[in-house]
């Protein structure tokens, strides 16, 4: 078992706040429909330019009983007029498969990538932007059910931080996330994922093996390049961060890190993942701060 344990830097809490409508929708064609509800999970760090929420608008899948291939949009707030119908969906319409394509603020807002909606939320946010225009916030989006026997609630996270919309992030490896920067360039963001690693111990704990690949996903900006510090209690201001990579060699960031690069000797060991990103002569960090526990021993 891995856990990735990573400190955020900016020392600014998360503001959670919730915001709930609902709408009426009419029987079509004979058929039964349930209603939703949506409710919107404020987790900026900063207000965002765009204004309140006021509908989501998405498709419906090709499987879906009714409105099968056509827009829906569902309002969050205010009267103004939708985009489309009131979503609605033929009651016990398992097959049926939501997808999330845009939020509409002060315009619209359009996801990348579209959304399909499940019971729980997609593993990365998704960024959302005007038509050609720079990534404004970041959304997730989960149903409360997809079994459709009863009104429904779909529930979107937003926020200014890809981070806190993307529970891999956060949970997965029961991790947090958190950037390095005196400047205005952004910090990389990145997941990881421990799936292709093995690691073999002796009784006590002593790496007798570990092979394998920690897979390197880019959620938002990228990096060029990385080191790893085996310091337990590396500081969490920039001028620390910046000191420990200043120490290291850098390698290039690629797709993969081998097990190799950790060093890992002994179980249970924290290693930190400093990624840089450099824009004009200026360098930006994120640390990910990985526990590597002891694992079950093998048997004869």
């Known amino acids: 078992m891995i856990l990735k344990n990573v400190r955020a830097f900016v020392g600014v809490s998360s503001v959670l706040a919730l915001a709930a409508s609902s709408f009426a929708c009419s029987a079509h064609g004979g058929d039964e429909l349930v209603q939703a509800r949506v409710e919107t999970v404020d987790r900026?760090?900063?207000?965002?330019?765009?204004?309140?929420?006021?509908?989501?608008?998405?498709?419906y899948g090709a499987a879906c009983q009714s409105h099968r291939g056509e827009s829906w949009s569902a309002r969050i707030s205010g009267t103004d007029p939708m985009d489309n119908q009131a979503l609605s969906v033929v009651k016990n319409d398992t097959a049926c498969v939501l997808t999330l394509t845009s939020l509409v603020a002060d315009a619209a807002y359009l996801a990348a990538p579209s959304i399909d909606m499940t019971d729980t939320y997609a593993d990365a946010g998704s960024s959302f932007a005007v038509q050609d225009g720079n990534?404004?916030?970041?959304?997730?989006?989960?149903?409360?059910?997809?079994?459709?026997a009863s009104d429904f609630t779909m529930t979107i996270l937003f926020s200014d931080d890809l981070r806190s919309v993307s529970p891999s992030v956060t949970a997965t490896y029961a991790s947090v996330s958190g950037s390095a920067s005196e400047s205005q360039?952004?910090?990389?963001?990145?997941?990881?994922?421990?799936?292709?690693?093995?690691?073999?111990?002796?009784?006590?704990?002593?790496?007798?093996?570990?092979?394998?690949?920690?897979?390197?996903?880019?959620?938002?900006?990228?990096?060029?390049?990385?080191?790893?510090?085996?310091n337990q209690s590396l500081g969490s201001t920039f001028a620390d961060v910046d000191a420990a990579y200043s120490a290291s060699s850098p390698a290039t960031l690629g797709a993969t890190i081998g097990m190799g690069a950790f060093g890992l000797t002994q179980l249970s060991s924290v290693r930190?993942?400093?990624?840089s990103h450099t824009e004009s002569g200026v360098t930006s960090y994120e640390v990910i701060r990985i526990t590597f526990n002891r694992p079950a021993l093998d048997t004869p």
């Open 44 to 59: 900026t760090h900063q207000a965002l330019s765009t204004g309140a929420l006021k509908w989501a608008n998405g498709t």
């Open 135 to 148: 990534i404004a916030f970041y959304a997730n989006a989960e149903l409360s059910s997809t079994s459709f």
């Open 272 to 275: 930190n993942l400093i990624i």
């Open 185 to 230: 360039v952004p910090s990389p963001q990145y997941s990881l994922d421990f799936s292709g690693i093995t690691l073999q111990t002796d009784i006590a704990g002593n790496v007798e093996a570990a092979t394998g690949s920690v897979a390197v996903t880019a959620l938002g900006q990228t990096g060029e390049s990385y080191v790893i510090n085996n």
